[in-house]
């Protein structure tokens, strides 16, 4: 059974960064690819980015492009994602998750394993 373990939220003034990591557990951890969802209150869960475990292509919503950037450390079974430049419209629970599938990176549905996610919050 994997685990995944998000930390690094917190609370940070527009134009301010933060790091995210997903630190993953379990013999059974050998995804083709990982990525990073969030969600703000009343809102659905949405794709931030996601990336390819073994070749490292990376993909990223368009409201993040430029911005942020996901990466990952095989030997650790760690993902992160830097977080610049963040605005209040970034405000959400943070969460990571792993999947088998090669197709469709952007759907939460595709996705085999969660994170318990993390809050972060950008102020004004």
């Known amino acids: 059974q994997v685990q995944l373990v998000e930390t690094g939220g917190g609370l940070v003034q527009a134009g301010g960064s933060l790091r995210l990591s997903c630190a993953a557990s379990?013999?059974?951890?050998?995804?083709?690819?990982m990525g990073w969802f969030r969600q703000a209150p009343g809102k659905e869960r949405e794709f931030v980015a996601a990336?390819?475990?073994?070749?490292?292509?990376?993909y990223y919503a368009d409201s993040v492009k430029g911005r942020f950037t996901i990466s990952r450390d095989s030997a650790k079974n760690t993902m992160y994602l830097q977080m610049n430049n963040l605005k209040p419209e970034d405000t959400a629970v943070y969460y990571c998750?792993?999947?088998?599938?090669?197709?469709?990176?952007?759907?939460?549905?595709?996705?085999?394993?969660w994170g318990q996610g993390t809050q972060v919050t950008v102020s004004s």
């Open positions: 998750a792993g999947r088998q599938s090669i197709v469709d990176v952007t759907n939460p549905l595709k996705y085999d394993y």
């Open positions: 379990g013999r059974a951890f050998s995804p083709y690819g």
């Open positions: 990336i390819s475990w073994n070749g490292g292509r990376t």
